[in-house]
């Protein structure tokens, strides 16, 4: 039996088994990915808002060529991490499914490649299971259609394209630029009257200009109201607009929406989807249960950063050894 099951290999998944593995207790970190899954999703051109000290986990210093990290140097950071620190990693091995059996947990893995399952037991868990598996969708007719993403790699494919890019804030604006650059006939349609506030402030300056000069097309205060295979529909002011289109990135965010709190019982806000727990410690109603990362901040996948998240670890394994006596049953 491990003392703490970690569900989810992320940056906050990482700071728990960390710490875990400082004070001495059997752990093991579950992904149905690879570690930092989440993180090789985002744009391959990508650099990141946060400075390298601000993503740091304890006692591993961050080096970047420059004054942000790029795509390839956080991924080969959290990488380096976890092979230093020697973190007890179950990669590729997805937790479907979790239930309360007597002070502990009893947890459903199976192996995403394999498709081997196994029944593993642990006296703690914790959620930390981030929040990009779950996009919201627009909830149109043919959002299902092979023409639509609500992910974003690269510009290259997509080259003489009529792209749509759905959303307003920082991944519809940088995968806007992006497309633009590589050559695609891009729209950006937002709900909202222009962009969004949030948009980073190095960014905005391009993207705005390129809105001036009518290098991207931009239909504001606007929804969509269908996809079809060689247009889409859009209302603005009670009017429907059919715009010509090849294909459609959906960028209109994500939330974390965690089924294992779930499955376990554990309520939310009926308003924010904010899993009931303890601020300072992550702990849920349910003993031995923590949450992690984005998974705290219920539907505003914005509220809760890697800046902050790094620290939730030394909260859980803090008050998991105090309440739970933190010692370990079996070291495997």
């Known amino acids: 039996m491990l003392d703490l099951a970690i569900v989810g290999a992320g940056p906050s998944g990482l700071s728990v088994g960390l710490a875990a593995s400082k004070k001495g207790l059997s752990y093991r970190i579950f992904d149905k990915g690879g570690v930092v899954e989440g993180l090789r999703r985002v744009p391959l051109h990508m650099a990141f808002s946060s400075t390298p000290e601000r ?8 080096l970047t060529h420059g004054p942000r990290p790029t795509r390839d140097e956080i991924l080969n950071y959290y990488r380096m991490v976890a092979g230093r620190a020697r973190l007890n990693l179950a ?12 002070e502990g947990f009893r947890l459903l893995v199976r192996g995403t ?3 081997r399952r196994e029944e593993v037991e642990a006296r703690g868990l914790v959620v930390a299971t981030g929040y990009f598996d779950h996009p919201r969708l627009l909830g149109v007719p043919g959002e299902d259609l092979p023409k639509v ?3 974003f790699t690269e510009g290259h494919p997509f080259f003489g394209l009529e792209v ?16 633009w650059r590589a050559g695609a006939r891009v729209t950006l349609i937002h709900r909202g009257k ?20 009518g290098d991207i097309a931009a239909i504001f205060g606007a929804e969509v109201k269908a996809i079809e295979k060689e247009s889409l529909f859009v209302e603005k002011e009670g009017a429907i607009l059919e715009i010509p289109n090849d294909y459609v990135f959906a960028l209109t965010g994500y939330w974390a929406k965690a089924p294992l709190l779930d499955d376990l019982g554990v309520p939310r806000d009926p308003e924010t989807g904010v899993p009931a727990h303890d601020p300072d410690t992550l702990a849920t109603p349910l003993p031995g249960l923590y949450v992690a990362g984005v998974v705290a901040a219920g539907y505003d996948a914005n509220k809760i950063f890697i800046e902050t998240s790094r620290y939730h670890g030394e909260k859980i394994v803090g ?13 495997i």
């Not at 050894?321 to 933190?326: F, M, N, P, S, T």
């Open 194 to 213: 222009g962009l969004s506030p949030k948009v980073k402030p190095w960014v905005r300056p391009e993207m705005e200009s390129r809105l001036e000069k």
């Open 149 to 151: 993403s609500h992910y």
């Open 91 to 102: 990669l590729y091995r997805q937790v479907v499914g979790a239930r309360r059996e007597g």
């Open 55 to 62: 993503l740091e986990l304890e006692g591993f210093p961050f």
């Open 113 to 115: 490649l394999s498709g």
């Open 164 to 179: 749509a890019v759905v959303g307003g804030q920082n991944s519809a604006v940088e995968a806007a630029l992006e497309l």
């Open 319 to 331: 008050h998991f050894v105090k309440e739970r006596g933190g010692l370990a049953w079996t070291k």
